[in-house]
Each structure stands twice: as structure tokens, then as C-alpha cells.
């Protein structure tokens, strides 16, 4: 039985992913930082999941984490670096402590998480890393210098590991979701969504479930030819 660890999986695209990987036979590792009562009650919903606390922004949180994982269900098979928050201000708002907290939040858990989980998938000789970027990576977003150079850190990490960890049998890739109904747009108005709808092929507002499909895709024997890429699950978007 393969082991998940998916960060920032206690609401949102991270609690949705949770749910499909353990309804697809994997062990489950939801990470959380402040939502607690929110990550144990999806861990007793599940078969074979557990919660565990840790700040991945932080070089120890994100040992503790996949050292959990490791002492709980003996392996890290795949990894879900699925934790970010995103800010909406004009760069002459946007204060040096605001650029620091996306980077740290969003681009270090990344690499953190990554380095720790990678030890155990090159022993193993298989693995897949799996980021949450952003359409905003791509294309970038007004008003959200940080998260867009954050979510595009993301991509330029994802391609270069990918070629490094290739020959030890870990694929790395990264998907770039559009708008997604979650905590992370409850700001947006009813307007501004219309606004995107209107924009987008599909006419529709995305689920954490298109999301958390895609990640099943790329976690699975299946996409062992698939490596260094962003597969979008923007609705046709960007
Ligand atoms: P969300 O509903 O706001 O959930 C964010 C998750 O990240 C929460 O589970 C939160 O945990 C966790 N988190 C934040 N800081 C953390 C930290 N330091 N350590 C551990 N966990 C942390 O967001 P979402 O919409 O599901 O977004 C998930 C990912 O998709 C993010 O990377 C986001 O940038 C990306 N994304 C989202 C959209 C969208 O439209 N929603 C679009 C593109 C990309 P706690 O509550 O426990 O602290």
C-alpha cells in the first residue's frame, strides 16, 4: 500500500486530494498547521489516514513531518506540496514581510518537504512529487506580485528537480489550477466570478475535485512517462 503525505490538507484542494487518494487504497498523511479540528475530523472519515501537525514553512516542521510519515507507515511514496496562501495588493502596498511570508509559505515548504521526502523515494528507487502552482505562475496576476513569482518558483523547481530525480525512478511535476472554489477566493464577489466564468472555456468555476484529479493522475503507475511538466486544470483559461 502506497503512503501520501499532502500538505496543507486540511481544507480546500489539499482536504478534497485526501479523500481521493484514500479512496484510491492509499495510506493518507494530512498535514495541517491551524486548522486541527477540521484535519481530525476528515482523518476519522477516512480508511487508513492520520493528521499531522507541522509548520512546512519551517525547515523543522517539515522534517517532523516526513519523519512522521516514515515512523506511522514505514514509506513516503508520493508527496502532495499542496500548502500556500495567496494575498491580493498593488505593489506599492506590498510590503517586503508580505513578499517573505508567500516565498516562505508557498516556495520553501517546496523545497523543504521535497529534500526530506526525496531521501526516502532515491532509497526506494520510485517516487512522485507532486507541486501546487497556479495559473497565476503562469501567467501572472494583477495585484499579486508575490503569489504569482511564488507559484512561478514553484514551476522553475519543479522542472529542474525533475530532471535531477529522473534516474532514481521520482517524477516531479506540477499542476496550475485556476479559480477553485475554496477559503482561498471566499473575498471574491459574486461579480468577479461571473467575470471569470465568462472567461473561461469550460463556463464554470473549478472544484478541489478537478484539481485533486489531476494529482491522482500524476501519483500513479500509469504517468511514469510524464515528468517536468504543469498540467493546467484551469477550465481552458490560460
Ligand atoms: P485553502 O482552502 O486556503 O487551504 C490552504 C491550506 O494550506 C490549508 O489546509 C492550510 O492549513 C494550509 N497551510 C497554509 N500554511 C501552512 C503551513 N505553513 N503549513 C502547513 N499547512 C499550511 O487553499 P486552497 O484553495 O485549497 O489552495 C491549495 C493550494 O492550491 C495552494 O497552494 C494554492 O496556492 C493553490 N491554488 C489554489 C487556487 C484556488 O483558486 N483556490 C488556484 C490556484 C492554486 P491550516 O488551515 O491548517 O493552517
Redesign the pocket.
Known sequence: MKTVVI?????????ETARLFSKNGYNVVI?????EQ??FKLASELENAVAVK????TEG?AKFLIDEALRIFGSVDVLVN?????MKKMLCDTTLDDWKRHFE??VE?VFLCSKAASEIMVRNKWGRIIN?????GIKGGSCEVCYSAA?AAVIGFTKALARELGPSGITVNAV?????D????ADLTKEDKEMIIDETPVSRIGT?AD?ALAILYLASDGASFVTAQVISADGGLI
Do not use: H, Q
Not at 498535514?31 to 486548522?35: D, R
Not at 475554496?182 to 477566493?185: G, L, P, R, V
Open positions: 500538505t496543507g490538507a486540511s481544507r480546500g484542494i489539499g482536504a498535514n495541517y498547521n491551524k486548522s477540521a484535519a507541522a509548520d512546512v514553512s516542521g499542496n500548502a500556500g496562501v495567496s509559505i508557498n515548504s501546487v502552482s497556479s495559473m497565476w507559484k496550475a489550477p485556476g479559480l477553485i475554496t477559503d482561498m477566493n478541489a484539481v
